[in-house]
């Protein structure tokens, strides 16, 4: 069945440092959405990209969808305590309503 | 607006007890989802609903049964709990299906002795 893979599972970097989360499909998508979970929360939608080879900004954040569409990034650019959490992607499951989920990667900031 | 609520917010129950998780949202959303959360597992999805009346089996629906008699309300029963259905529990509702943002609830925290 269709799989959605995320790497790294765990990150703990510097306060200041950036940190990349990569996701990647079995097959090719038609969009790709991501989510953040604060430690003890639920997940909140961060950005939805659609397009091949989109690129996103929300402040520090960066997301990319691949040309090809089968794979998606998201990086942050010197992070800070306030990013600690897990960061899902999530993909359209094939032929159904759902999404799948990625794994999530668990990052830690230490001050 | 309150959103996606989850009652209740824990629960522990022995092996064999049965209980019902009750999701409600206020925001008009036809689909809504459960999903349970494990360490290491991410997200995976129980059943599904894509409007009043509706239910769909998700990726791993077995020990569990679903009921959406109101658009607003989605219902996660278990009838017979077993220690592998310990887990966080999460709800979530969309207005639409694929390409739109998943609202969820903050969480039932389950666990079965």
């Known amino acids: 069945g269709q799989q959605v893979m995320q790497i790294p599972q765990y990150q703990h970097v510097q306060e200041g440092e950036d940190f990349t989360t990569y996701c990647n499909s079995s097959?090719?998508?038609?969009?790709i959405q991501w989510y953040k979970q604060r430690p003890g929360g639920h997940p909140v939608f961060l950005i939805q990209l659609v397009k091949s080879g989109e690129v996103k900004k929300q402040k520090r954040l960066t997301f990319q969808f691949g040309e090809a569409k089968k794979n998606s990034s998201l990086h942050i650019t010197a992070t800070q305590t306030t990013d600690v959490g897990t960061y899902f992607c999530?993909?359209?499951?094939?032929?159904?309503?759902?999404?799948?989920f990625g794994t999530g990667t668990r990052l830690k900031v230490l001050a | 607006n309150a959103g996606v609520t989850q009652t209740p917010k824990f629960r522990v129950l022995k092996t064999g007890q049965s209980m019902t998780l009750l999701c409600a949202q206020d925001?008009?959303?036809?689909?809504m989802y459960w999903y349970r959360q494990d360490p290491g597992m991410g997200l995976r999805l129980i059943h599904y609903s894509v409007g009043e009346g509706t239910t769909a089996k998700g990726e791993v629906p077995d020990g569990y049964n679903v009921s959406r008699l109101k658009k607003q309300n989605f219902l996660l029963g278990l009838e017979s709990a077993a220690p592998s259905q310990t887990s966080v529990y999460f709800c979530?509702?969309?207005?639409?299906?694929?390409?739109?943002?998943?609202?969820f609830g903050p969480g039932t925290r389950l666990t079965v002795l």
């Open positions: 999530a993909a359209p499951g094939s032929g159904t309503y759902k999404y799948i």
């Open positions: 925001m008009n959303h036809e689909y």
């Open positions: 979530a509702s969309s207005y639409k299906g694929r390409g739109d943002t998943q609202y």
């Open positions: 097959t090719t998508l038609s969009n």
